[in-house]
């Protein structure tokens, strides 16, 4: 994993890297690609690089906050003030959304950004119902920390674990050449020790015809 990560570093620099989560979410976030730019994954292998130590943790996390927030924020505006559109109308269709219906309860509103079907929608449904703005963009903020902060922690966690998973292995190397040493040292110091006493009864044994005679 390191080798792929070590790979991938020195083909890409640390700021093309948070650029590339930054425009992936970006893309995943608005009404035009939001089936199909592959934001959330960017996000996790970013913060697992970030937990193997290869990029900043809060870079990597606030590339996909404003990612996040921006591309939500366009799609307000869209359904705010832009024209009714079909291709709206369908993506409200496709997240079973429709302007008639009041908008869900704040508490769990929330949680929209981790649908695939309302991410994209959902903006642009509080648009077109005339949200205030100040409400929505708290709503947005608290909405956007919660989402990024959970797939940004799983990705974390999984780049330390890996990491400590290295480091062990290579502990564990060192560990295994250590009891070899030992073992050795201990197989030559029984083996000098043999001699020295076979050396030791040969010479009494020499030494007792003398004593005899």
Known sequence: MSEIIQRLLETFTGPVLYLIIFGA???????????????IS??????????????????????????????????????????????????????????????????????????????APMPIFLGLKKMPFGSWIVLNIVASVMFVSAFFAAGYVGGRVIGSLDKTQHFVKLLERGLIIFGMAIVIG?????????????SSDSELPDQKS
């Open 190 to 202: 029984f083996t000098i020790r043999w001699y020295l006493q076979r050396r030791q009864r040969q």
């Open 42 to 119: 960017a996000l996790v292998f970013g913060a697992f690089v970030a937990g193997t130590g290869h990029l900043s943790p809060g870079l990597v996390w606030l590339a996909g906050f404003l990612a996040v927030v921006l591309g939500d924020n366009i799609g307000y505006v869209l359904g705010r003030y832009a024209k009714r559109s079909p291709r709206i109308q369908g993506w409200l269709k496709k997240a079973g959304i429709k302007e008639s219906d009041s908008p869900p309860r704040t508490k769990y509103l929330v949680f929209y950004q981790f649908l695939v079907v309302t991410r």
């Open 25 to 39: 979410l970006l893309a995943e976030s608005t009404v035009i690609l939001g089936f199909l730019a592959p934001g």
